[in-house]
């Protein structure tokens, strides 16, 4: 199946999909305006006028976080309302939220550091909103994701050269973790949990949805080895956006997908060029 009409975007479409899996909240570009779509009823409702992206929905799917005009932003689902800024930033561009926490009470982002490159933060909700740094090294970490339980935080880094999954305890109370697992072998990007929290799903290096099967053992958790899905087409599969979720039930995949093949020509090298200058 589809949702809505195909269409000539520039980037990825950010779609996310609500708690109850009856709507999905998408960016649309140009012009970078966020839209939350109703599957059954098939109509969408606008909720920013000017500049967003990177939804995401409250544990109770009231209210939408994302980056926005003044940094990170929350407002009601409905489109109803005033925004509210929760993150001031010069830079919409510069905070990426990610994920809300299970009791509502933390979302958790991305932010580029002054002297870091993508580090990952959590913000209170609660009392001065307070700013929490989760992770942050000298290496890109994005796409952070948690569990369900609101226990464990799946994200990509490329530590190790090339950008693959971890695992690793969430500490909300800023104490760093100290024991983390990789979970990707040939690469990955874009974390996404099922609902239930038993499986874990990436996209690998070659654009394959892969799916892992995840126990939690104590202070500690267990996982197989990844295994392909299947094969997508995105258009942004190795960007910063989040280009697909999966249903309440776990049994659908939205994904934004490539239609068609490009009409554009092959690009051509010239290797050496200013030798040629000289003839």
Known sequence: GTVEAAA?????????ISPDGKRVAIKRNPPNTL?????????????????????????????????GVGGLVTKASSGLGEAEIVLPSAQAQATFPAAWSPDGKYIVYTKRGVKSR???????????????PLLNSAFDERSPALSPDGKWLAYDADDTGDSEIYVQPFSPNGNAATDRKRISTTGGRMAVWSRDGSELFFIATDGQLMSTSFKPNGGSFEFTPPKALFKTRMLAAFGSVHEFDISP???????????????????????????????
């Not at 000539?8 to 996310?16: F, L």
């Not at 606008?46 to 939408?64: A, E, K």
């Open 8 to 16: 000539k975007v520039a980037a990825g479409m950010d779609p996310r």
């Open 35 to 67: 839209w939350v779509v109703d599957l059954e009823q098939g109509n969408s409702v606008r909720i920013t006028t000017d500049f967003g992206q990177m939804p995401v929905w409250s544990p109770d799917g009231s209210r939408l976080a994302y980056s």
């Open 118 to 132: 993508l580090d990952l933060y959590a913000v209170s909700l609660d009392g001065e909103k307070k700013e929490i």
């Open 249 to 279: 039930d776990g049994q659908r995949f939205l994904i934004g997908t490539l239609i068609g093949e490009t009409k554009a020509p092959p690009p051509t090298v010239i290797l050496n060029w200013p030798a040629l200058l000289k003839k």
